[in-house]
């Protein structure tokens, strides 16, 4: 069993106005030393495969299949092996 | 400068159906290897403090007052300094 912790964020290039708002709000409680503010999805993906490779594969498919907008959006991700259970 | 990775995510006790929705499309799109899905928000926040201990204790304080809902969320953070710009 593998572990994926994939990252699902905005490209740079892409106006982000959530982030702008939290960033506002953390200077409105007075967290005046935050200089930004970048925000995104998270995802555990818990899955079966026979090696590493495979289980790179699979999140790799699945992030551009499913969880991430390949227009607006870039992804990462680590997967790391689960002691057995 | 120090940069702050925060997961906030769901109590292990809360339901979430947006991650059992997100599963049933994996196992639609024939990604069957998958067993579990879990989903949450992410944030990095580039803030300015003299130290680490002080970084941490003001990511802790934005958790606390702004991006985690403690009657349903945990969340998680490192603390990393930034190369100096």
């Known amino acids: 069993m593998f572990l994926a912790q994939v990252h699902v964020t905005y490209k740079p290039s892409i106006l982000d106005p959530q982030a702008v ?29 026979s090696n590493a490779d495979e289980a790179e594969n699979q999140t790799e498919a699945i992030c551009d299949q499913l969880l991430a907008n390949p227009n607006m959006e870039t992804y990462r991700y680590e997967v790391k092996e689960l002691a057995n259970q």
């Open 21 to 49: 708002a939290i960033k506002n709000a953390m200077h409105r409680l007075d967290f005046d030393e935050v200089t930004a503010v970048q925000q995104g999805k998270y995802f555990e993906i818990t899955l079966k495969a």
